[in-house]
């Protein structure tokens, strides 16, 4: 790591950190304190150029933006949702579903011309659907379980992250259209791609060749 300056990495916590720990490791980056963190969220690491930092996912695009960190790892969910300026440079393959609409088994959401409420816990993302598609929907943001809106009649339908489906089956809502494919990405602060552009092109070489490797070995 002579002469090489050092990378702060964002990392989302929980299921992409740990995805993204194991690329890192198969990288060959020292990631041991990572995954013995315990209460720390900082992590510097001195056999390699590259330090981690846990956060949040709404918070790694505003590091990343401010250039607080130089990359971040995150889902394309929080990309899509946030109007942040960033360079998304990798699809790291994990962490794959879909942004779904959904409702009711029974309802016909497509009868009628009344004007449809949509719930969704990603505001943004629901309504530059329904632009595209040239609709006018309400859109109601719910923080929490969004399934049970279209149960207690506050929406028509909903617009949320749909992985097995599972969850919507027990509830009894279906999927009524597939919006997006979703998945872990990386990201990178802009300045710090010019200004450090031969240690974060070797990291995203290093991590595109696992990626490459693991796609291989699920064939």
Not at 11 to 40: H, P
Not at 77 to 88: C, S
Not at 126 to 152: H, N, T
Not at 163 to 181: A, F, H, M, P, Q
Request: glycine content about 8%; some cysteine.
């Amino acid at each position: 790591m002579d002469g090489e300056r050092k990378i702060k990495i964002a990392l989302t916590k929980g299921r992409i950190e740990k995805e993204a720990v194991k690329i890192f490791e198969r990288a060959g980056v020292d990631c041991s304190e990572v995954i013995n963190k315990g209460r720390k969220l900082i992590f510097h690491n001195m056999e390699s150029n590259i330090d981690f930092v846990l956060v949040k996912a709404p918070d790694v695009l505003t590091y990343v933006e401010h250039g607080v960190v130089d990359v971040g790892i995150v889902g394309k969910d929080t990309l899509l949702e946030q109007d942040k300026n960033f360079y998304e440079v990798l699809d790291l393959g994990f962490g794959k579903c879909k942004f779904s609409l959904a409702g009711l088994k029974n309802s016909d959401f497509y009868s009628g011309y009344n004007r449809k409420k949509i719930a969704t816990k990603y505001p943004n993302v629901a309504r530059s659907y329904f632009r595209k598609l040239g609709q006018d929907v309400e859109i109601i943001k719910i923080e929490g379980s969004v399934e049970l809106a279209p149960i207690l009649g506050l929406a028509d339908a909903i617009v949320d992250i749909v992985e097995t489906g599972s969850t919507l089956k027990e509830n009894g809502l279906v999927v009524y259209k597939d919006i997006c494919s979703i998945s872990a990405r990386m990201v990178v602060n802009m300045a710090s791609m010019k200004m450090k552009k031969e240690e974060i092109e070797k990291i995203i070489n290093k991590v595109q060749v696992q990626i490459n490797e693991m796609e291989k070995a699920a064939r």
